[in-house]
């Protein structure tokens, strides 16, 4: 968790932003759940919601309605596209310029996870960025584990 935010901040890719919406079980849907019950911070990038809008209307049409209503529950804050500085750093790291993108934007949102449904085997772009980057799963067992340090910390706090 940063120290700007008491709350884990979570950033979806389209991906896993997708699969929320999709099916009504699974870690994705959690994760929204998560946000709607304010224990996570959500961050989604302007990019996200566009590519997300034609993947839905490509495939789904019929959930376009939902996906409205669950962004609207889980409370999710749209970050600011990335800037150059957070482009060119990115950039270094990934080679596809679209992935690139949401890769700086997490990193200029102060993201503490990336969420992602893609196929991550670049080392190096998982150890040059400053937050975790995994599948729903791997976030809902992060924040778990964020949630107990925190409550031992609060309980040595006490004795």
Known sequence: MSATSPRPRIFLDTSALF????SDEGG???LLRLGEAGAIELLISPRILV???AALARKAPDTLPLAAVLLDRAAGTVVPAAD???????????THRG????????????????VTLDPLE????????PFV??????????????????????DRGLA
């Open 51 to 53: 590519e997300l809008q």
């Open 84 to 94: 150059e500085d957070h482009l060119q750093l990115a950039d270094a790291l990934i």
């Open 133 to 154: 980057i995994g599948t729903p799963g791997d976030a809902l067992a992060w924040i778990r584990a964020q949630f107990r340090r925190r409550s031992r910390a609060a």
């Open 19 to 22: 699969a929320g919406i999709w």
């Open 28 to 30: 994705a849907r959690m």
């Open 122 to 129: 670049n080392s190096s772009l998982i150890a040059g960025v």
């Open 99 to 114: 992935d690139a993108a949401i890769v700086a934007a997490a990193w200029q949102a102060t993201s503490d996870f990336l």
